[in-house]
């Protein structure tokens, strides 16, 4: 079973492909859009984390904090773009990927980096996760929970090993601002002008694997 998602009654619409409803191109496309998250740091046993520098962080700072998520899905390829815009200091990361084979392949992560991929939990569900368990998964490892919870809602968590070790957990409560993100959204940090999506982020922290 499968749906078509709307396309545009212009001439030059974007023709979408079709994809099977819960997997993940569908998951995708239920997703596209510029969000506001709200987001919250914790220690393992759940009691609130002021600050994940210690813990590993990726992007390590104060909580909370809000981020503005542009999702831009065209069927095939992924951008997705994180802006720190209240409770942190403006930081903008984008990561890029692919469907291949029905998975989301993200592009490299940086040299010696695991494989990441999104997976579907079924309908308005996704995991973005390692491949395969291989040594750079010891060094920093994020698995990332996504999921829509009501119209226009989602609840993203994640949970950050370094070292091999769980070290904190982290909870966004997403809105949805607006379906499209080809723009910029007001409350974006680095003005309304300029592109949305950033040069894809590369991390060094795995260059001795490669």
């Not at 813990?55 to 997705?80: E, I």
């Amino acid at each position: 079973m499968a749906e078509r998602f709307p396309e545009k009654t212009n001439p030059t619409a974007t023709s979408y492909p079709t994809f099977p409803i819960g997997s993940v191109g569908y998951n995708l496309m239920m997703m596209r859009g510029t969000w506001h998250d709200q987001v919250e740091l914790f220690h393992l046993d759940g009691r609130p984390l002021e600050d994940d520098t210690a813990a590993g962080s990726g992007t390590p700072g104060p909580s909370p904090f809000d981020n503005l998520v542009y999702l831009d899905f065209d069927g095939h390829r992924l951008q997705l773009t994180n802006v720190h815009f209240r409770g942190r200091e403006p930081t903008a990361k984008t990561f890029t990927g692919q469907l291949r084979d029905n998975l989301l392949v993200f592009d490299p992560l940086g040299p010696g980096a695991y494989e990441n991929v999104g997976v579907s939990g079924g309908v308005g569900i996704l995991t973005f996760n390692a491949l395969r368990l291989n040594p750079a998964c010891e060094v920093y490892m994020e698995p990332d929970f996504i999921m829509l919870t009501a119209p226009g809602q989602r609840v993203r968590h994640t949970v950050l090993y370094r070292e091999g070790v769980a070290t904190r957990t982290l909870t966004a409560r997403g809105v949805r601002l607006s379906p499209t993100c080809d723009q910029r959204h007001e409350l974006d940090p680095r003005g309304k002008a300029g592109p949305v999506h950033e040069e894809p982020f590369s991390a060094s922290i795995w260059k001795h694997l490669a």
